[in-house]
């Protein structure tokens, strides 16, 4: 069984300030690792993901995610928000290899702050 | 952009009534999804499906009922709402294979059951 905790809620931040929002996660086996975003009133999106290679991941729209397996870590950053990230965010953990059950965070609130 | 929709978008129904909620995508994927998402929780999965005839529970125990008769149709249906139903139930769909697994979500049905 796997888990995924976020430990944050909500995170205001003001615009073009960085921002980092926490995931850890819990497996006993190797792992893919996902980011979602959902906007107001909007299912969610892919951000990124890590499956294998690189342990840095990146999105097209400026953020990243850095795998860390010894500390459990999938953190996501972006060096300077938008009042457009305003969004929740999700961070989801699969058993890697074939298809196995994505278990969700329970998300957080991205507040940009004008 | 991922080609999944879900109709309604909101419903609001009385206890004991029977629903309904549509799911539709246009991307052949074989596997789909329902989850529901409750604010400051995870989303749980409730129903899956890894194709046509196949359909299997998942995680959070659920009243409603899934069938899936064509590739691209999903929907779910409650025989008898109660309040308790009241909840956002997403659809998500993916495609076959081991890396595959990145899921595309509808914009999701707000039941509200009184």
């Known amino acids: 069984a796997q888990s995924v905790t976020q430990l944050d809620s909500q995170v205001p931040v003001f615009e073009e300030a960085p921002v980092e929002l926490r995931c850890n996660y819990s497996s006993s086996v190797s792992v893919y690792l996902f980011w979602y975003v959902q906007y107001p009133n909007q299912g969610l999106q892919l951000l990124l993901k890590?499956?294998?290679?690189?342990?840095l991941v990146k999105s097209i729209n400026g953020f990243e995610a850095e795998f860390n397996k010894s500390q459990t870590s999938f953190h996501l950053r972006k060096p300077s928000v938008h009042i457009s990230d305003t969004a929740e965010y999700f961070c989801?953990?699969?058993?890697?290899?074939?298809?196995?059950?994505?278990?969700f965070g329970t998300g957080t609130k991205l507040q940009v702050i004008p | 952009e991922a080609d999944i929709y879900q109709t309604p978008r909101y419903l609001v129904i009385g206890t004991g009534k029977k629903i309904t909620l549509e799911c539709s995508q246009t991307m052949g994927h074989d596997k789909m999804y329902w989850y529901q998402q409750d604010p400051g929780m995870e989303l749980h999965l409730i129903h899956y499906s890894y194709g046509v005839n196949s359909t299997e529970k998942g995680d959070l125990s659920s009243e409603s009922t899934v069938s899936r008769i064509r590739t691209e149709h999903f929907p779910l249906t409650l025989e008898s709402a109660r309040p308790s139903h009241t909840s956002q139930y997403l659809c998500?769909?993916?495609?076959?294979?081991?890396?595959?697994?990145?899921?595309?979500f509808g914009p999701g049905t707000r039941l509200t059951v009184l």
């Open positions: 989801a953990v699969s058993p890697s290899g074939g298809y196995q059950k994505v278990t």
């Open positions: 998500a769909s993916s495609e076959s294979g081991g890396t595959s697994i990145t899921q595309y």
């Open positions: 890590y499956l294998s290679g690189s342990t």
